[in-house]
């Protein structure tokens, strides 16, 4: 799943969709990758204990809101995705979630945190915080209604 979304993750940052078939498919593909996202997001914050860390729904979701903060950059997509229902709210309450969860426990979600001496250590949720930043700032991006909910 990782891999296929890789694969949806650099059809994405094309920026020549040409027909308008595919734009159709992948306005149908963000839909079903946003609601795969706003199910599955909170199986990230497994990742905080060191017995999950390898999870490997957290890592698909972690790749999904990579896959999305690229869609949201597209302005062809933009429009569509501001306008999906909880999208924001999902991202928000998130952001919240993984903020409260860095303070209690090793906080492997930003990578301030994460050097040890000269060393990074490598954890596939180091970012997640602010690509989920990302996210909202894309979602808000010259949409009044969005900014105002934020």
Do not use: W
């Amino acid at each position: 799943r990782v891999t296929l979304l890789e694969l949806v993750m650099a059809k994405a940052s094309e920026k020549n969709l040409v027909t308008s078939e595919e734009i159709n498919v992948f306005m149908a593909l963000a839909d079903f990758l946003a609601g795969c996202f706003q199910e599955k997001c909170e199986v990230v914050l497994k990742l905080t204990s060191t017995a999950d860390a390898e999870d490997e729904e957290a890592l698909v979701t972690v790749r999904l809101l990579d896959v999305l903060c690229e869609m949201t950059s597209n302005n062809g997509h933009l429009e569509h995705l501001q306008a999906l229902p909880g999208l924001l709210e999902t991202a928000i309450d998130t952001l919240r979630l993984t903020h409260l969860a860095g303070k209690q426990a090793v906080n492997i979600f930003t990578a301030t945190h994460v050097l040890t001496g000269q060393e990074e250590i490598s954890h596939p949720a180091v970012g997640f915080k602010s690509h989920l930043i990302r996210l909202i700032g894309n979602l808000c991006y010259k949409n009044k209604e969005n900014q105002d909910k934020v």
